[in-house]
């Protein structure tokens, strides 16, 4: 049992000034495993007022300071590689394969590539009639959501960091302990006091208290659209700016040339990763109406290919969901999705064997119409959806024809045509043919996935100010 029940503010690990604690629970065994302070107004106001006074001088500090920090920071994130898998394993049900090869190097990423980034980057420019500089934005709240506890956390410090920005990061309660250990490193990575702070609490009373505090000059936030716009409601009433990661309802385009197993495949892995609760998730799979038998036989053969089980298990690569509520909804959108849709394999309930944890059956709807609660709201759970299409316009045209737009995946041979697709799909980040993730690519949605961009060099320049300045003396 982890009893991790204060907070980092300015530099130390201080009590919570309220009693109130929140109880996080082990998806897979449904069982308390672990305790956090439910923060207060004032924790927040502390926070606020360290990260406060650490402005003026984080930020001026010097690119070479800031890229020792992060440095530091790598370091003490690699030395604690096998204690962040066992944390999130624990915490969020990842299996521990998932734990490793993506939670881990994710979070780690984003430290590295801040270091890289921050090295090109450049904070003043000659532009002729003026100089343009680019500054501190001020102090950042930066609220995340439980479904990759570092590498949300991870982008937004080490962007806040690299740009001389004093944070206050809330971490999402059902997985608070990975986003702990990132301060624990920080602590040791010799940062100024009050550049980092760390409050934990319930999004109503402390992430609410972040969007609305007046102390607070920019909120980043990565969520659910329906908290997103009370952020933006909030930041309103003190002017703040806000960036907004929220949700996605992604394509994946199957044109006519691709090879069939690599499309099922492609589509598989979209469903059943961290068990299908990623933003951008591509669960409208577009294949061409030919293609549709030999693709419904193929991602059926493929799926044990996905073993659900114990995500302490060797062998199992796809987990209970995070909790009962996330259970309950991906159960209500299965029900309606019998309703509108023809069910190729899963359903509701517990997969056989599988009864203690929040363990969902991956789920196939096929016959799906684009219009469809199924194909049209984000699930988060191992389900997607099938739907055919005649012509490659008609693909394009339905795989727009969403409110969100932060991912889309294309897969087939034809280079003209991937560009082609690549380029109409209205999203903010593609993959063709299940390319690597490059950490320098910007993420961020169109449409209502979000506003903003995080990652590398457009990461950073979320934490800054720009500022013209004419007649500069040269
Ligand atoms: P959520 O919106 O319920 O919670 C996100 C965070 O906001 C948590 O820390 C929560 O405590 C806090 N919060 C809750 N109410 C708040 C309020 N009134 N004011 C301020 N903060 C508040 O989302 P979730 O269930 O944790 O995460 C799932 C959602 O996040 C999905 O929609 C998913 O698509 C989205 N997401 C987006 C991205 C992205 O990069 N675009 C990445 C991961 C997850």
């Known amino acids: 049992m982890r009893k991790q029940i204060k907070h980092y503010i300015n530099g130390e690990w201080v009590e919570s000034t309220g009693s109130e604690t929140i109880d996080v629970i082990n998806p897979a065994t449904e069982e308390v495993m672990g305790k956090i302070s439910s923060g207060t107004e004032e924790d927040l106001d502390k926070a606020v007022k360290a990260a406060r006074a650490a402005f003026p001088a984080f930020s001026r500090s010097t690119k070479e300071e800031r890229i020792q920090w992060l440095n530091n920071i790598v370091e003490g994130y690699e030395k604690r590689k096998e204690e962040f898998i066992d944390v999130m394993t624990d915490e969020l049900g990842s299996p521990l394969t998932v734990s490793e090869e993506v939670h881990y190097p994710m979070g780690l990423g984003h430290f590295k590539q801040a270091v890289d980034s921050l090295a090109e980057f450049s904070f003043s420019e000659d532009r002729g009639g003026h100089t343009l500089l680019k500054e501190s934005i001020g102090v950042s709240g930066l609220i995340t959501p439980w479904n ?29 302990f990975a986003a702990m250990m990132l301060a624990e490193i920080i602590d040791e990575a010799g940062l100024p006091k009050g550049a980092f702070n760390l409050v934990n609490g319930s999004g109503s009373d402390i992430g609410n208290g972040i969007s609305s505090h007046p102390g607070i000059d920019f909120v980043s936030f990565t969520g659910s659209g329906a908290v997103g716009e009370k952020i933006m409601k909030n930041g309103a009433e003190t002017i703040k700016k806000v960036a907004l990661e929220l949700g996605g309802k ?225």
């Open 148 to 176: 990759f506890p570092t590498n949300q956390a991870s982008t937004k410090i080490a962007s806040a960091i690299a740009a001389g920005s004093p944070v206050i990061l809330k971490p999402a309660s059902k997985t608070p």
């Open 250 to 474: 992604s394509p994946i385009v199957v044109l006519g040339d691709a090879d069939v197993k690599d499309a099922a495949k492609t589509a598989l892995s979209n469903m059943m990763t961290n068990t299908g609760q990623v933003c951008s998730a591509g669960t409208r799979v577009f294949i061409p109406q030919s293609m549709k038998q030999s693709f419904e036989e193929m991602i059926l053969d493929l799926l044990p290919t996905f073993p659900v089980g114990d995500p302490w298990k060797e062998g199992i690569a796809t987990g209970p969901l995070v909790s009962e509520d996330q259970w309950d909804t991906v159960q209500s959108y299965i029900e309606k999705g019998k309703k509108e849709a023809t069910l190729l394999v899963g359903g509701t309930g517990k997969p056989e064997g599988l009864d203690t944890g929040y363990y969902a059956k991956p789920t196939i709807f096929t016959d799906v119409s684009n219009d469809s609660v199924i194909a049209q709201e984000e699930i988060f759970g191992p389900v997607t959806t099938i739907i055919t299409y005649d012509d490659l316009e008609d693909a394009i045209e339905m795989a727009n024809d969403n409110v969100y737009g932060l991912a889309g995946y294309v897969v087939g041979k034809d280079p003209e045509t991937l560009r082609y697709v690549a380029s109409n799909i209205r999203a903010g980040r593609i993959k063709v043919n299940g390319a690597e993730t490059d950490f320098n690519g910007p993420f961020g949605g169109y449409k209502q996935s979000g506003i903003g961009r995080e990652w590398g060099d457009f990461g950073i320049e979320e934490y800054l100010e720009i500022k013209s300045v004419h007649g500069m003396p040269k």
